[in-house]
């Protein structure tokens, strides 16, 4: 790939390098909230550095426990802000980081403190440049999106839905000699049913027996079956359990019978299966959840066995085609102006940021800003220093062009 350094001066990628190193050597998991803090308060310094009011406030989590939330804002960042969305906190605990090859190895260099220092780095170079980022950028960082934190969802919520654009600073990937944005997230709900057969002895009453756990078995094999391979449809059973009431509404206690010849000659009466299912756009969501419970009106009838579906928690998809689409049409073009190639992911499969939203569908979304590595959440974890180079750059020309309101 061509390179970008004469587009990003070295005074900023050495401070934006540096800042990288020493937000890596914080030791910031979820749940070490002096850690978590630490890294907060170095960001808001150097955003404060860059024009930005910058503040470190306490927000509760589920259990009453204070988290540090970062929150920046430019001087007209309201109602309807440019919205900037990353999280603070690493899976694992900081090691040395250490930079070889080209690569960055280090705790949360990949996701995602290379996007932090990125954004950091734009900015200096927006400034180097004689321009100014758009008055109503807004950074919020939280403190627990590696554990799924209610406080991540809840900041999403508040601040997303009203956002112009929603720019999340996340890694994206590697493909080839390419790397990824992702315009395309899954949403998904979770289901359980529940089936209620007739015990019997296996031996000397088989046929009066209604097997609960065959139900079970036979409704999740048909339910993944409705899986669409390219069409970001999926169901997955998660969990089956089956057996006698006592052994299942009990299974705490009673698992030890698990590998013994106690009661398998009793036709399962009480069976449980809890799973997942996703989709790429609302319709797809509707659809398959019919399917599910059309599926579960035959199942118990073939089976002869009562059997109940619900639906449990649920996300929104975010729809690739949806009002990001012109954004991340934009992006990809500041990309090939600057001579390198981005492609686009539309439908990657985790739950992130913009699945928060309370609407997707209402809010332009562009995911998957930040530089390309390999190995998050394991101690390989590294990041391309090349790729964060460009992304620097990217990023500064995205926000340049966001500043005039279109």
């Known amino acids: ?59 509760s989590d589920d259990e009453g426990n204070p988290l540090p939330l970062l929150v920046a804002r430019g001087p007209e960042a309201g109602e309807h802000p440019l919205l900037l969305v ?6 694992l605990d900081a090691v040395p980081p250490r930079i070889e090859d080209g690569r960055l190895w280090a705790t949360g260099a990949l996701d995602m403190k290379g996007g932090l220092a990125m954004l950091v780095a734009a900015l200096d170079l927006l400034a180097s440049r004689g321009e100014r980022p758009p008055a109503d950028l807004m950074l919020v960082g939280v403190p627990d999106e590696e554990v799924g934190g209610t406080i991540s969802e809840r900041a999403v919520r508040r601040w997303g839905q009203g956002a112009r654009v929603l720019l999340v600073i996340e890694p994206g990937e590697r493909r080839g000699d390419a790397e990824t944005l992702v315009a395309g997230r899954r949403g998904l709900f979770e289901w359980k049913i529940e089936v209620s057969g007739r015990a019997a002895h296996s031996g000397l009453a088989y046929w009066q027996g209604r097997s609960a756990l065959g139900a079970a078995a036979d409704w999740t094999a048909q339910a993944q079956r409705m899986s669409e391979t390219g069409a970001g449809v999926t169901v997955n059973a998660a969990r089956l359990v089956g057996g006698d009431t006592d052994f299942v509404d009990g299974l705490a206690t009673n698992h030890a019978l698990l590998g013994t010849s106690r009661r398998r000659n009793v036709v399962s009466d009480r069976a449980i299966a809890e799973g997942e299912a996703r989709f790429l756009s609302a319709a797809d969501g509707l659809r398959i959840l019919g399917r599910l419970q059309r599926l579960t009106e035959s199942t118990a009838a073939t089976h002869d066995v009562r059997m109940t579906f619900s639906q449990g928690m649920s996300v929104p998809p975010v729809d690739p085609n949806g009002p990001g689409a012109p954004v991340v049409r934009r992006v990809m073009q500041l990309a090939a102006d600057r001579g390198w190639r981005l492609e686009v992911e ?9 699945n928060y939203v309370a609407d997707p569908a209402k809010v332009a979304i562009v995911d998957g800003l930040g530089p390309v590595g ?17 992304r620097i750059v990217l990023l500064a020309d995205l926000l340049a062009s966001l500043a005039h309101r279109d």
């Open 374 to 390: 390999d190995g998050m959440h394991t101690r390989e974890e590294h990041l391309d220093m090349r790729s964060f180079e460009r």
């Open 346 to 354: 539309d439908d990657r499969g985790g739950i992130s940021f913009p």
């Open 1 to 59: 790939m061509p390179q970008t350094n004469e587009a990003l001066p070295r005074e900023i990628l050495d401070s934006g390098t540096k800042l990288l190193l020493d937000l890596c050597s914080i030791s910031s998991a979820s749940g070490d909230v002096a850690g978590v803090r630490a890294v907060a308060d170095r960001i808001a310094t150097e955003l404060a550095r860059c024009g930005l009011a910058a503040e470190v406030a306490s927000e």
């Open 86 to 91: 990353g999280h603070l906190d690493t899976v």
